[in-house]
């Protein structure tokens, strides 16, 4: 136990003399969350488009106001022919182009749907097809309340309720997400660094050589980070709280509870990595291609787990960050309780598992 | 006559932040001689070497490398020296031929020159029938060989060695040496590094260095004279033990 | 019984044979040096030793222990220094040696007999950080961490390279105390001078042992006479002596050239050669082999037998 603590002592004593891994450790999970809380934003605001409109009756403009009042749009033109659409497509201004048709407001009164053709500029799809829901929305609702008859006639009305995220803020998304991108980041790579920095510099070869044990040795590198990973996950979900105003609707014990158990999972994957790496630079590349780009792009982070290739799907599952992120929607988002997570929970027990046995098989006892 | 001085050093001082590399050297290195620079690890060799090589600058000091002002004309510097390093020397990826061939054509010689260069090479060094091998293949003795007859494939006026025979052993280190005295007597200048004190003798002169400071400059003939000993090494301890620098222990206990 | 049996020990990576049929032993409480250039099997041979390596084949024993079976417990009993500076440079002297004192289960204070001479030089330094400490001071850190748990066997990979003479020299001073504590050292060293300070040498080239002896005794593993030769003109002299058919090995050693002459051949008729040559003034005498010059001898026989063998 002695021996045990020493080591402790001595990898507390690696991370607080170099400045810059502190920054890293303490500085990054902030600095991430604000960034892609700010920058990477699903909601449009402001969005630069241009109306032609045939009818110029009230309605239209009354359309038109209240497009522009939403907040979402800004009429940049008024266009007077078609020929000018692609024009301005070209210049790359505007986004969308909103055509009325003629006698928009006769056959709104004359109970008649008029219909509202919107042309879209979808070099970027997603962005495109979120103005176009957005329009959508509008015209829809402004149609309601300036006739009963569309209602009426259409028979059927559709009402969206957004649960869970009423207004679509994105960074209820994002806020779990960076939690899980960090966690795997700090657990996974310091760890699997720390170890692969003994091998480069040599001291490997001491430790090898005294009487530690494989474990320990695994388990003073562990320690630290779970200590640190841990006060990260804490700063994460207040500043998502704070400043986000993501909500916490479940238990915080719970969500504790479950970010030990992801951070053990990914400290044992990291640990995984450093047995298979001899320098840090190896483990650093493994753990960009093995961890971070699969957590960004696999876990549900950023594109939808339901919309990908049956294979890629079925690849998602054996991403710890997924059945994470997927744990930590429930609980700060849905307010969910055990009853909910404990299958996802599993899952990353179990994979915390695999990994480690994995790891003390493959630690080697001796150099190479 | 400056002519015959091919490097002037003048007070050269390089800091690192409070490390003082080199602590006010002054000295010369004649046209056509073997200079020697000893010094343990650490004693400010290398560092005193990127200088004169032009890839460093120095913090203060006047110094002139074949003519040129270490400060104004590190570029052409470059191309009137040769160098060759422990580190790095060439591309192990390449084969012998390639790495002649590329060293050539930085120098800029011509496609015809370096047919004839090479040529010469492979055969002084006897390994016409390994041209094609890579480099990464060949043991460190032979690299080294090679190393060296690439850093004056261009016939530079002074070749900078760091060390290069540190860890070879003591055949291919002495044909190392017997290439090094071919190429002084086709009158390039040759400042070498070494911490083996026999190859001390075999320089023309010898500075030492302690600590970033010159404590010797002499030839090795009259260096055992002045201090009565039999061989460089003892010398070189003797030197060392009287003025050496003890590390100053801080005050704060 | 602290010897160390190392037995027709062989290590392959891939097709490079690093280690070939390697037998010698360190007798107890001796100081045995492992000597070679970089490339000669030195490293791995020293990690076999530690049970860092496996050996494809043969067995070495630590006292009573087989270090394959029994690695666990010889790791106790070894001190280890591996020939990169392995210490960790961003803690201070004093936190490295307590740390490795805690790792093998002991402290500064229970072993500070040990390591006093060592450790009394360092200090001062004691709250620097190991990365900011000299080349000999940084080996003698090293060297105080691998005694801080009393190990039986002391093993040392190319302690001394990259130290200045007076550092190196000190070394050795404090290997030879080490020595009279009834510690079992085994020290490998690219520097053939270092020889000298050994009760024991084994000269290693190409992964195998080209001879095992006392260094006094070294001189003798060349059965011909060995001469020194100098005049003016070294650069002349050497290239007549290369070029002369009677002249078996021609070898620059320092400000001499130290020549073998070949068989039959006697000292008189070299002597007339060179006079005629007119060579200000020439010296010539009758010289002992020294280790450098039996080591080159060595590894052209090596070279000839490996030659012979194709």
Same mark, same amino acid.
């Given at each position: 136990m002695k021996r045990f603590i020493g080591l402790l002592q001595k990898e507390f004593l690696h991370i607080f003399r170099d400045v810059r891994t502190i920054m890293i450790l303490f500085g990054m999970p902030v600095v991430q969350i604000l960034i892609f809380g700010y920058v990477i934003k699903n909601e449009v605001s402001e969005v630069d488009i241009a109306v032609l409109d045939y009818s110029r009756d009230e309605t239209t403009i009354a359309l038109k106001n209240k497009l522009e009042a939403s907040g979402?749009?800004?009429?940049?033109y008024e266009l007077q022919?078609?020929?000018?659409i692609h024009e301005h497509f070209k210049e790359g201004k505007i986004k969308e182009v909103i055509v009325f048709p003629k006698g928009f407001s006769e056959k709104l009164t004359q109970g008649k749907s008029p219909s509202v053709q919107l042309i879209l500029d979808a070099t970027d799809p997603n962005y495109a097809q979120i103005v176009g829901q957005y329009t959508e929305a509008i015209c829809l609702d402004f149609g309601l309340q300036e006739s009963q008859i569309i209602s009426q006639s259409s028979g059927i009305s559709i009402q969206n309720r957004m649960f869970f995220n009423e207004k679509m803020e994105s960074s209820y998304l994002f806020v779990p997400g960076t939690m899980a991108f960090i966690l795997m980041l700090l657990s996974a790579l310091m760890s699997s660094v720390s170890i692969a920095r003994e091998k480069e510099f040599g001291s490997m070869e001491i430790l090898l050589v005294s009487p530690l044990k494989p474990i320990q040795v695994v388990l003073g590198k562990v320690m630290p980070y779970v200590i640190l990973a841990f006060a990260n996950a804490v700063s994460v979900i207040l500043v998502g709280n704070?400043?986000?105003?993501?909500?916490?609707?479940?238990?915080m014990l719970l969500l504790m509870l479950a970010s030990v158990i992801f951070v053990f999972t990914a400290l044992a994957l990291g640990i995984m990595i450093s047995t298979i790496s001899n320098n840090q630079l190896t483990a650093m590349m493994m753990s960009m291609f093995v961890l971070m780009l699969p957590t960004m792009l696999?876990?549900?982070?950023?594109? &939808?787990?339901?919309?990908? &290739?049956v294979f890629l799907q079925w690849l998602s599952t054996i991403i710890p960050a997924r059945w994470y992120l997927d744990i930590i929607k429930i609980i700060m988002?849905?307010?969910?309780?055990m009853a909910f997570i404990w299958q996802q929970l599993l899952i990353l027990i179990g994979m915390f598992v695999v990994f480690i046995g994995i790891s003390v098989k493959n630690y080697k006892i001796r150099l190479e | 006559m400056t002519n015959d001085k091919i490097i002037i050093v003048k007070d050269m001082l390089k800091k690192f932040g409070d490390f003082?590399?080199?602590?006010h050297l002054n000295f010369d290195v004649h046209r056509g001689e073997i200079f020697g620079f000893l010094g343990a690890?650490?004693?400010?060799k290398t560092t005193a070497m990127k200088i004169l090589t032009g890839l460093s600058k120095p913090s203060s000091g006047e110094i002139t490398v074949a003519g040129y002002d270490v400060y104004k004309s590190g570029d052409t510097i470059k191309r009137n020296i040769g160098y060759m390093s422990q580190k790095f020397? *060439? #591309?192990?990826? *390449?084969t012998i031929a390639e790495n002649i061939r590329l060293f050539g054509g930085i120098y800029g010689l011509s496609r015809k020159e370096i047919k004839k260069r090479s040529a010469k090479i492979l055969t002084q060094l006897g390994i016409e029938d390994m041209a094609?091998?890579?480099?990464?293949?060949?043991?460190l003795g032979w690299k080294q060989k090679i190393a060296f007859s690439v850093a004056i494939v261009h016939d530079p006026a002074i070749v900078f060695l760091d060390e290069?025979?540190?860890?070879?052993?003591p055949i291919t280190r002495r044909q190392f040496w017997d290439l090094i005295y071919d190429a002084a007597q086709r009158g390039i200048t040759i400042f070498v590094t070494t911490h083996y004190m026999d190859e001390?003798? #075999?320089?023309d002169r010898v500075a030492i260095l302690v600590d970033g400071k010159m404590i010797a400059l002499d030839s090795p003939q009259q260096m055992k004279k002045a201090y009565k000993k039999q061989n460089m090494n003892d010398v070189f301890v003797e030197l060392a033990r009287g003025k050496r620098f003890f590390e100053k222990a801080p005050n704060n206990k | 019984m602290s010897e160390i049996r190392i037995e027709n020990i062989s290590k392959n990576y891939g097709k490079v044979q690093? /280690?070939? !049929?390697v037998s010698f032993s360190v007798k107890s409480g001796e100081l045995f040096g492992l000597i070679g250039p970089d490339g000669a099997g030195k490293s791995s041979l020293i990690r076999i030793i530690t049970s860092l390596l496996l050996p494809d084949s043969g067995n070495i024993q630590l006292g009573e222990y087989? /270090? /394959?079976?029994?690695y666990k417990i010889i790791r106790r009993l070894i001190g280890y220094m591996p020939?990169?500076?392995?210490?960790?440079?961003?803690?201070t002297v004093k936190e490295n040696l307590e740390f490795f004192a805690t790792v093998f289960g002991s402290s500064i204070e229970e072993n500070y007999d040990l390591i006093k001479d060592i450790y009394h030089q360092i200090e001062p330094f004691k709250?620097?950080?190991?990365?900011?400490?000299?080349g000999g001071m940084k080996q003698k850190l090293a060297l105080s961490c691998a005694l801080i748990h009393k190990p039986e066997f002391l093993i040392l990979d190319e302690?001394?390279?990259?130290?200045?003479a007076v550092s190196r020299a000190e070394f050795w001073d404090m290997l030879d105390r080490l020595k009279s504590k009834g510690i079992s050292i085994l020290a490998s060293t690219?520097?053939?001078?270092?020889?000298?300070?050994?009760?024991r040498i084994a000269l290693m080239q190409k992964g195998e042992i080209l001879g095992t002896n006392k260094p006094s005794e070294i001189?003798?593993?060349?059965?011909h006479d060995m001469f020194g030769v100098r005049a003016d003109d070294m650069y002349k002299l050497k290239q007549f002596l290369s070029k002369c058919?009677? /002249?078996d090995a021609v070898n620059l050693f320092g400000q001499e050239i130290h020549i073998s002459l070949k068989?039959?051949? !006697?000292e008189t008729s070299i002597r007339e050669k060179l006079a005629l040559q007119?060579?200000?003034n020439l010296e010539f005498r009758q010289i002992e082999a020294e280790i450098e010059d039996v080591f080159i001898h060595l590894m052209t026989r090596q070279a000839k037998e490996v030659k012979n063998d194709q």
């Open positions: 979402y749009f800004n009429i940049l022919s078609p020929k000018e704070l400043v986000f105003g993501v909500p916490i609707e479940g238990s696999l876990s549900g982070f950023i594109f &939808p787990i339901e919309n990908m &290739p988002l849905k307010g969910g309780g | 003082v590399a080199n602590d690890n650490g004693a400010g020397s *060439l #591309y192990e990826d *390449l094609n091998k890579l480099v990464g293949s060949l043991p290069p025979t540190s860890g070879v052993d001390a003798e #075999y320089c | 690093a /280690v070939k !049929n087989d /270090v /394959v079976k029994d020939g990169k500076f392995s210490l960790y440079q961003d803690l709250n620097r950080r190991a990365g900011k400490l000299s302690p001394t390279t990259g130290v200045d690219p520097y053939m001078d270092e020889a000298m300070r050994c009760d001189s003798k593993m060349i059965q058919i009677d /002249v068989t039959g051949i !006697n007119g060579f200000s």
